[in-house]
């Protein structure tokens, strides 16, 4: 497995995809070196593209309140590639970071080439959807 399909088998609503599926995820994305505050996202602006955090740390604000660090491994924006809709948070680099970029477009791209990954991430959606769902029910009635 190469470097950039290490980093895509990690995210969550990857997790269904083959190697093979990976690999070609992974030619359709760029990787980037942003410097120590350099916004990836910006809350309330339309999502183009994700980031995949290979080294460095961000930092997620939701209505100016820091609700969230992360560092490698982690993904932002991954939701932007299905829906293309508004961010829900700003994310910034509080490190200098280098993150795999994948586009909107290109993600398409390798949707039509691949059919079965559109089936995959569905399943991988409609799973993390159920267990949020169940861990809210949980939160709201505590056994």
């Known amino acids: 497995m ?21 690999e070609r995820l992974a030619r359709a994305t760029d990787e980037v070196r942003l410097p120590t505050g350099a916004v990836l996202t910006r809350q309330g602006d339309i999502g183009r593209e994700a980031f995949v955090i290979v080294d460095g740390t961000a930092e997620v604000e939701r209505d100016g309140a820091v609700v969230a660090r992360l560092g490698p491994g982690d993904v932002v924006g991954e939701l932007a590639l299905l829906d293309g809709g508004p961010r829900s948070a700003t994310v910034t680099a509080t490190s200098d970071l280098d993150a795999l970029v994948l586009t909107r477009p290109a993600f398409h791209a390798v949707l039509d080439e691949i059919p079965t990954l559109a089936h995959r991430l569905l399943v991988t959606l409609a799973r993390r959807l159920r267990d949020a769902g169940a861990d809210s029910t949980a939160q709201r009635h505590p056994d």
Not at 2 to 22: Q, W
């Open 2 to 22: 190469t470097r950039m399909t290490d980093h895509l088998s990690r995210i969550g609503l990857l997790s269904g995809c083959s190697e093979r599926d990976l």
